[in-house]
């Protein structure tokens, strides 16, 4: 049986102006999981991820790489409430 697990994780470095909301939208439908992902004035990005627990954990793993473009310096994460979410939205 599988257990849900739901984080929130921001992810600093070079990430915002290099396609990282869009490609963090993209991994998290393959991977089944539902939330959001958002750029931060700080310059950071921060998403809810909610699922599977290997598929919330290897998304956090998939994190410090990112796209191509993107130069990762640090992802931190911890529990989130979960909530419901239809799918994986990017969120302005």
Known sequence: MSQTKTIE???TG???GVAFRTWTRSRARKLGLTG??????????TT?????ARDVDQMLTDLWSGPAAASVRDVQSYKA????????SISR
């Open 9 to 11: 994780a921001k992810v």
């Open 14 to 16: 070079h990430v915002q």
């Open 36 to 45: 959001w992902v958002r750029n931060d004035a700080s310059g950071s990005v």
């Open 48 to 52: 809810h991820l909610q699922g599977d």
């Open 81 to 88: 409430t979960p909530s419901e979410f239809a799918d994986f």
